[in-house]
Each structure stands twice: as C-alpha cells, then as structure tokens.
C-alpha cells in the first residue's frame, strides 16, 4: 500500500506521522509499556502511534544479550562474599557476653540481720504461715553457721509468730502450746533476755494447756517487769488462783481489795472486784457489810453504764435486807435507762418479778418475769 492507503488508513493524523511511518523499515517491533503498535499492509512499513517503539536492530541486540535459563553453579566462597561481617558480629557478642559475665560481682549471700528482717517482716504483714517457714528455712541451713545466740533469737521470733497465730484461734491447739513454750525455753537458754510480752506468751501458754500455776508465775513475772495492763493481769491471775482453789474466803477478798481502793483502776475492773466481794458477802449472810461496802463506793464516780451495774447491786442487797420499798423504785428506774436487750434489763426485771411476787402480786410479776 502506497501513500494513498496510508493516508485513507489514516487520515486523521498529520503528515509529519505518516512521513514517519513510511521511512520505518518493516519488522517486528517489541511490544513497550507506552506504545501502541498496528502493524499496516504494505511491502516494508509500519505505522506505529505511542510514546516509543523499538526497531529491528533494537531487537536483535536484545536477543544477543539474553541470557540462559540453565541454573548456573555459584561457588561457596562468591556466595559468603559480603557476607563475612555477620559470624564476626555473632563471635564479637559472644566474648562479650563472656567478658561481662567474668566481671560480674560475686554473689553475696544475705546476713543474719537481713534474715532476721524479712522474717519479722513476714509476721508483722500477718503472714504467719510464710514467717514460720522461712525461720525453719533459716534454722535448717547448715550454710548460714549461725551462733547460738542467733538461733535463740530465731527461736524467740517464732515462740511470738505461733502466739499471735493462735490469739486468732477460738479453740487453741494444744501442739502449738507447747511450740511457743519450747521456743521460749530455747531462747533462753541461748542468752535471750525474757521481756514482758515473752512472759505474757508465756502465761497465756500455760493457761491453753490447763497449767494454772505456771500461768501465775508467768503472770507475776510480767507484773514486776512493768506490764501495760496490769489490772486486768492481776484479775487474771485472782481468777486462776480462784478456778483452782488456792485462795477462797477472807484471801480472795484481801486480793480483791485493791481493785476498790486503787485511784488508777479502770471501772471495767472496779466493778468486777465489787460483784465479786458482794456474791461472796452475799454467800455468808453477811448483807449489811455488803450494803456498807456499795455506800462507800457509791461515792466515787463512774460512768453511767458502771453506774447502773452499781445501783443494780443496791437493789439486790436492799431486797435481801428486806427493803423491798427501797429497791422496787431503783428497778424501775434503772429499766427505764436500759434497753431491753441489755442483759441489765434481763436481770432487774427478774429482780422486780421477784419483788412483786413476794407482795403477792402473781400477775405483775408475771409480766415481768
């Protein structure tokens, strides 16, 4: 096809592209990524429209440099080329780590304080379970080489972690007793000095596992060291002596009677030391000392509670003395201050029952009853 068919194949496109067309040899031209490629019959054109083309001769070099698709052998020594800084960067850390690991402290194993403080860290936290078994860890290492006085303390400091493990305890154990007292025999015997709280271990000890003599002593020996509470000591120990039998009569009022003469005692305890020397005033007739013994206390204040137990114990000793006019108003009274919950309005409604029945009142008595 001549210039005729070119131009009626295209007539759209101007001369300079046609002109174009006609001096390009005929031949294959590969196939670009921009170009559009129509190939036009004709003796040896080709008109092609895009951004680029490639000719014969561009293809004949492409085929001169294409290379074979047989996998090629690559020696060991081409494919570590460049690669050589790898094992040198994994030796480098290795010594390293070896050079940090040989100038690491040595390890320093824990004093006998530091031992001594997680332990009684552990009982302060009430972790008792864990201190106990971390001071027979202690004990038990053949390692540590602890002195003798160093195991008494161990044994003291668990003497105290059993004891406050079993305050919890609404039935005490009678192994863990004996515990606390064999770790506190120990401990003394190491050269521990027996302070006031080991000697209150001590006595309550005794007392789980019905030694009632030895609690005394044990109690006695924490007065004279200066106990916090020594009322209520004292109560303990009148209370023991009192349940085994070892002082009755005029000697248990004689223990009794510093509670009532004491500027310091508490109304809690001064009360107690009076019901009791009332009930055993009461248990020999002997009312009109128990009535002198209330006036004379009446006079010293107290709270109002302490009050009405005192006023209760009037009332009691005034029917007895058959001044039943004396006491029916002081029940009254004290009912109205009470509520009836209180074990207090129990026992002066029972009173005021008993009063009215002996004024041959059945049915008022009754009620209260």
């Known amino acids: 096809m001549g210039d005729a068919g070119a131009r009626w194949a295209f007539p759209v496109l101007g001369r300079g592209w046609i002109q174009d067309a006609q001096e390009r040899p005929f031949g294959l031209i590969p196939k670009a990524t921009n170009c559009r490629q129509i190939r036009l019959k004709g003796p040896k054109t080709v008109t092609t429209v895009g951004l680029s083309c490639v000719g014969q001769d561009d293809l004949s070099n492409s085929r001169k440099l294409r290379m074979s698709d047989v996998p090629q052998h690559i020696s060991l020594s081409r494919q570590l080329t460049g690669r050589w800084q790898i094992p040198l960067l994994l030796v480098s850390l290795g010594l390293l780590m ?17 031992l001594f403080t997680r332990s009684a860290t552990l009982k302060d936290a009430k972790l008792y379970s864990q201190a106990s078994r971390h001071i027979e860890s202690v004990l038990s290492n053949p390692e540590l080489k602890l002195s003798v006085l160093e195991r008494g303390r161990l044994q003291a400091l668990m003497a105290e972690v059993i004891y406050l493990h079993e305050l919890g305890n ?6 863990n007793a004996r515990s606390i007292l064999s770790n506190l025999d120990w401990a003394s015997a190491a050269g521990v000095a027996d302070s006031v709280d080991r000697q209150m271990m001590r006595a309550r000890a005794c007392e789980w596992l019905n030694r009632g003599a030895e609690a005394v002593e044990a109690y006695r020996r924490a007065l004279a060291g ?9 109560k303990r ?20 009677d510093p509670f009532l003469a004491g500027d310091d005692v508490p109304d809690e305890m001064r009360y107690w030391a009076l019901e009791q020397k009332v009930v055993l005033l ?18 010293r204040p107290v709270g109002e509670n302490w009050r009405n137990q005192r006023e209760f114990l009037q009332a009691l000793v005034a029917y007895h003395l058959g001044r039943s006019e004396e006491a029916e108003p002081l029940l009254r009274v004290l009912r109205d201050r009470v509520v009836p919950g209180d074990p207090l309005y129990a026992r002066a409604s029972w009173l005021l029952g008993r009063i009215l029945q002996s004024h041959e009142a059945p049915q008022p008595a009754l009620s209260f009853y």
């Open 98 to 114: 070896a050079g940090v690991w040989r100038l690491r402290p040595a390890p320093k194993p824990p004093t006998f304080e530091e």
């Open 170 to 175: 609404a039935v005490h154990g009678a192994g």
């Open 226 to 234: 200066g106990v916090a509470d020594p009322w209520a000591v004292r």
């Open 237 to 256: 120990i009148v209370q023991i002596d009192r349940e085994s039998g070892r002082i009755a009569g005029d000697q248990l009022q004689a223990e009794l």
């Open 282 to 299: 009461g248990e020999e007739q002997k009312y009109q000392e128990a009535d002198a013994l209330l006036a004379s206390q009446s006079r």
